[in-house]
């Protein structure tokens, strides 16, 4: 019954912006980390950013964290990525994923369903 549902995925021309957002629901108590991971075709699935639910964050590479930016507005359960300065190898299915505790406190890892973004030469 838990959740998480992104928007905010297109297509943009290098160099231009996009804001990824991923909002929980469902019956939960308390959620823990969130983070950003992007997968493209033929590649793994892999770490593009984290925060922890007091706001500490961590990227994947100095690339990324000069470019990206990951936030979170925990009482709207929702976690941000901003994306600046997009290039064509940034293009990937980015998927949500957040580790929550459920209203009877069980401990579980979540994704979404993953948002298409598509950088253009």
């Known amino acids: 019954q838990v959740q998480l549902v992104e928007s905010g995925g297109g297509l943009v021309q290098a160099g231009g912006s996009l804001r990824l957002s991923c909002a929980a629901s469902?019956?939960?108590?308390?959620?823990?980390?969130m983070g950003w991971y992007r997968q493209a075709p033929g590649e793994q699935r892999d770490l593009v950013a984290r925060?922890?639910?007091?706001?500490?964050?961590?990227y994947r590479d100095s690339a990324v964290k000069g470019r990206f930016t990951i936030s979170r507005d925990n009482a709207k359960n929702t976690v941000y990525l901003q994306m600046n300065s997009l290039k064509p190898e940034d293009t990937a299915v980015y998927y949500c994923?957040?580790?929550?505790?459920?209203?009877?406190?069980?401990?579980?890892?979540?994704w979404g369903q993953g948002t298409q973004v598509t950088v253009s030469s």
């Open positions: 994923n957040a580790l929550i505790r459920s209203a009877w406190h069980a401990l579980s890892e979540y």
């Open positions: 469902g019956p939960f108590s308390s959620i823990n980390d």
């Open positions: 925060i922890t639910s007091g706001g500490i964050t961590n």
